[in-house]
């Protein structure tokens, strides 16, 4: 049954970290019958409330106390509207396989998201962006269930208040409202993003969605690793954006630094290039260390904890803040 609830549930395999976790319940509800049948009885006994999504993008404690709920709905379907194609998705669908499927239509617009680990519930959290395209800017509507009372409700991207790995959901409606489905405007017009880093020179000159997909694949397989393989959460840390005359004062000391205008004015950094300069990349203390083909990405060789991850990214942090000045901020969420 979906709406089973799960005692001392462990999620030592559904976080791609790897940490070790138990949930004093879990719940992984199909539709949104039980789901909201599920919210009235933790709000009846005062359980605490945890949503997980597919576990990539969370740093989670050893211990949930409350109920876990992963949203299971997994339908997802097309709708032509006018010259656009929208697709509906529910919250359980996995991101990545959906990506490769639209892509395989020859619909354009998640092309250069392939290969992000997680469910689509979880996607519009963190607005997750590669290769020079942000999620929000192919959704239509993200559906969500308010905690509070069981409403049903459907926000517009502009509701969402998307930014840079960032949304409404890391911030007001975080703890108020779980995701339980996504639109997604999509186009059958050729429209490839191939401006970031060598996308361009690893396709042929008109490409397809699925060509371009599959050179999104293969760039990411080169430099991160496989949650499969080794603990991680993609980037641990989000870029730091500092004003021009911060970023003008470094450029002056290290020219090679990357950095990306943005349009407001300020400047974006690459973390990974500050760590990487540190002499981290590939740095190992105990149970966790710095990948050695991206320094943005934590890895956890295994045995280690969360309290010990928090740890060793604060000592990575401290060597970024003393030799540039620069905070790095955490991008993962803790549960
Ligand atoms: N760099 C280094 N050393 C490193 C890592 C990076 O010198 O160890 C340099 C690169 O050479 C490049 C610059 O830093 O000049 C930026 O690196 P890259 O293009 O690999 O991207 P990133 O800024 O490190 C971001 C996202 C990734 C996303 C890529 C591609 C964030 C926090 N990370 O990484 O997202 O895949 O761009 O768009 O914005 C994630 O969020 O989990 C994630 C993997």
């Not at 199909?30 to 009235?40: E, G, Q």
């Not at 092309?111 to 963190?126: F, K, T, V």
């Not at 800017?137 to 969500?144: L, T, Y």
């Not at 990974?272 to 934590?298: E, K, M, P």
Request: aromatic share 6%; glycine share 10%.
């Amino acid at each position: 049954m979906s709406d089973a609830v799960l005692a001392d549930h462990d999620l030592g395999s559904a976080n791609t970290l790897g940490l070790p976790c138990r949930a004093e319940r879990f719940a992984a509800p199909a539709t949104l019958t039980p789901l909201r049948r599920l919210l009235r009885l933790a709000s009846a006994r005062q359980w605490p409330l945890t949503v997980l999504g597919g576990g990539s993008n969370l740093i989670l404690p050893e211990r949930l106390p409350g109920l876990v709920l992963q949203p299971a709905l997994r339908q997802w379907w097309l709708e032509q509207r006018g010259s656009a194609v929208l697709v509906h998705v529910g919250a359980g669908v996995e991101w990545h396989p959906l990506v490769m499927a639209l892509a395989e239509r020859g619909l354009w617009g998640t092309e250069n998201l392939a290969l992000i680990p997680g469910s689509c519930g979880a996607a519009p959290i963190q607005n997750i962006g590669a290769y020079g395209v942000e999620l929000g800017e192919v959704v239509e509507a993200v559906r969500v269930l308010f905690v509070e009372d069981g409403r049903d409700a459907l926000l517009t991207p502009e509701e969402c208040a998307f930014g840079y790995r960032d949304s409404i959901f890391k911030g007001e409606l975080e703890g108020r409202a779980i995701i339980t489905g996504l639109t997604l405007r999509l186009s059958r017009s050729a429209s490839p993003r191939l401006a970031y880093g060598d996308l361009a020179q690893r396709v042929g000159r008109h490409p397809g969605p699925l060509e371009v997909a599959r050179a999104v694949c293969a760039i990411r397989r080169e430099k991160l690793p496989d949650p499969a393989e080794l603990g991680n959460a993609g980037s641990f840390f989000k870029n730091p954006i500092v004003d021009r005359e911060e970023a003008a004062e470094l450029l002056a000391v290290w020219p090679d630094m990357p950095h990306f205008a943005l349009q407001d004015g300020r400047v974006k950094l690459a973390a990974g290039w500050l760590i990487d300069r540190c002499g981290l990349r590939g740095w190992r203390d105990g149970h966790f260390g710095v990948h050695d083909r991206q320094a943005l990405v934590l890895v956890h060789f295994g045995g280690g904890s969360a309290v010990e991850l928090m740890a060793f990214a604060e000592r990575v942090a401290e060597q970024v803040r003393a030799r540039f000045g620069v905070s790095l901020e955490r991008e993962p969420r803790l549960a």
